[in-house]
T-cell receptor, first 113, second 117 residues
Framework: AQKITQTQPGMFVQEKEAVTLDCTYD???????LFWYKQPSSGEMIFLIY??????QNATEGRYSLNFQKARKSANLVISASQLGDSAMYFC??????????FGQGTELSVKP | DSGVTQTPKHLITATGQRVTLRCSPR?????VYWYQQSLDQGLQFLIQ???????AKGNILERFSAQQFPDLHSELNLSSLELGDSALYFC????????????????FGPGTRLTVL
């Protein structure tokens, strides 16, 4: 069965520092996609970054990068130069058959001034 | 703004009642997904439609049903509501149904917060 695991319920980071949010996944499919979403306190789900299983390079989107280690089945999100507005819940997700997303339990990130 | 709209934003109702949540996907998106986010279950996939046809089902209760109309908007019907149905219900849309490895992003609506008293 496909599964996403986020082992950090909460994380703290100082403003302007980098932070890594962990995500491991389990699937037997050779082709899959991994996503990170941000959910601020207002509740909306904001797409951040995508990594395909066949992508040769780690995905990057502005201050977000995905540290993809296929052999270890990990897809950690790295946020560089944290800002106060980065405080939110972060969800790792995997696209399963048919396109549905399977989500992890989330990590609550708090950025301290 | 993702381009996905959901109404209503908040809904408060009583146990045993029936409600309808509405979703309009982004212009051009044919696939609609419904998700439920609750404190105890997290974010769970409920059901998917593609161009009017049901495509996949997840952990959707028999008391829940959905449909996608010819104009591509979708409705999620929740009946015989229980306290445990209180949750944030998201609709998401994508261009295509999405292969497992495909890069089709799913864009989420703002959600409907359902409170069952």
């Amino acid at each position: 069965a496909q599964k996403i695991t986020q082992t950090q319920p909460g994380m703290f980071v100082q403003e302007k520092e980098a932070v890594t949010l962990d995500c491991t996944y389990d699937t037997s499919d050779p082709s899959y996609g991994l996503f990170w979403y941000k959910q601020p306190s207002s509740g909306e789900m904001i797409f951040l970054i995508y990594q395909g299983s066949y992508d040769q390079q780690n995905a990057t989107e502005g201050r977000y990068s995905l540290n993809f280690q296929k052999a270890r089945k990990s897809a950690n999100l790295v946020i560089s130069a944290s800002q106060l507005g980065d405080s939110a819940m972060y969800f790792c997700a995997m696209r399963a058959e048919g396109g549905k997303l399977i989500f992890g339990q989330g990590t609550e990130l708090s950025v301290k001034p | 703004d993702s381009g996905v709209t959901q109404t209503p934003k908040h809904l408060i109702t009583a146990t045993g009642q029936r409600v309808t949540l509405r979703c309009s996907p982004r212009s051009g998106d044919l696939s609609v997904y419904w998700y439920q986010q609750s404190l105890d279950q997290g974010l769970q996939f409920l059901i998917q439609y593609y161009n009017g046809e049901e495509r996949a089902k997840g952990n959707i209760l028999e008391r829940f049903s959905a449909q996608q109309f010819p104009d591509l908007h979708s409705e999620l019907n929740l009946s015989s509501l229980e306290l445990g149905d209180s949750a944030l219900y998201f609709c998401a849309s994508s261009v295509a149904p999405g292969l497992a490895g495909g890069a089709n992003e799913q864009f989420f609506g703002p959600g409907t917060r359902l409170t069952v008293l």
